[in-house]
């Protein structure tokens, strides 16, 4: 049986309180399980409910606090704490279903990968955009490159926290921009790690007003290619071409679908990311995306 430690970073969000409860009610076939948050606030504003929760909950938890408004030091501070064979993590806006966690262990087991990716599903509200929800633009699979996955998410991934692997920390220059997650595994693939998917550990992710625009989408895949062009090995200047043969050929899509509302918009989402990409081979300084406001 395996000591799994489930990380959950979290600032100022108070539905925490659901993504705790729903790991509360998880299938643990005997593994040990232990619960890190580490709260990226100023201050310990998620110290109280977490403590509310803590007596009677079926796992032991640990709260730690990891200021400020930088996921980057949350994300290192749960992997300090961390001691059990496996490493989990998880959103403080999810909820996970109750065969979640086996099934990642599951995966990582069967082909001793050194990260097991699951499914994030999109929980949409009544009132979202309706090409939106028939797009499912806002739930989260891995990418596949050549039958491979090169790079990963924090929103639901177990990670094996032995060597060479345990020493991988993420970067703090991402900590607000973002991208944070797909350098980090980068380096995980790096040091020979393979990473897997598991589809059955379900997490849902129910989606808020202000992500249910097509601005977000734009704003949140820039970024994404922003990361992937400061991340690409050789001469940057010689990649750029390549890239902008991708933007037109997208451009172009997006003009011949405009009658399709979501074939249109996923063409122009896919020009964004490659138009990220160029202004991250170019060294342009991504948004900070994270810390701003307060999370609902």
């Known amino acids: 049986m395996a000591r799994i430690d489930i990380c ?16 509360a009610q998880l299938k643990t076939g005997g593994h040990q399980i232990r619960v890190v ?3 990226n606030d100023e201050t310990p504003s998620a110290r109280e409910r977490v403590t509310a929760l803590a007596g009677d909950f079926p796992f032991p938890i640990e709260y730690i606090h990891a200021p400020a408004a930088n996921i980057c030091i949350a ?17 403080d806006d999810e909820l996970v279903t109750e065969g979640w966690l086996l099934a990642l262990v599951d995966k990582a087991d069967e082909r001793n990968a050194a990260a097991v990716l699951g499914p994030v599903r999109a929980i949409y509200a009544k009132d979202a955009p309706e090409w939106m929800v028939s797009g499912d633009f ?6 596949h490159v050549w039958g491979e996955i090169r790079t990963g998410y924090t929103c639901n991934v177990l990670i ?8 991988l920390r993420f970067d703090l220059r991402l900590g607000k921009s973002g991208g944070e997650d797909t350098d980090f595994f980068y380096r ?30 734009v704003a949140r895949r820039l970024r994404s290619g922003q990361t992937h062009g ?34 249109r918009r996923r063409n122009w989402l896919r020009t964004t990311l490659h138009i990220g990409v160029v202004s991250g081979l170019l060294g342009q300084r991504q948004a900070e995306l994270y810390g701003q406001t307060s999370a609902s």
């Not at 806002?138 to 990418?143: D, E, R």
């Open 37 to 39: 948050i580490a709260d």
């Open 160 to 167: 094996r926290w032995s060597a060479p692997f345990n020493v």
């Open 188 to 217: 995980l693939t790096d040091l020979g790690g393979t990473i897997d998917y598991a589809p059955d550990a379900l997490v849902e992710e129910p989606v808020p007003a202000q992500r249910a625009t097509m601005a977000w989408l």
């Open 138 to 143: 806002h739930s989260t699979l891995p990418v």
């Open 8 to 23: 959950i970073c979290t600032f100022r969000r108070p539905f925490l309180v659901e993504t705790l409860n729903s790991v």
């Open 75 to 91: 994300r290192n501070a749960c992997l300090d704490a961390a001691d059990g064979d496996f490493v989990a993590f998880i959103d």
């Open 230 to 263: 400061m991340l690409l090995d050789g001469p940057r200047l010689r990649s750029i071409p390549p890239v902008a043969a991708k933007i037109a050929y997208c451009c172009l899509m997006t003009g011949l679908t405009a009658f399709s509302p979501i074939k």
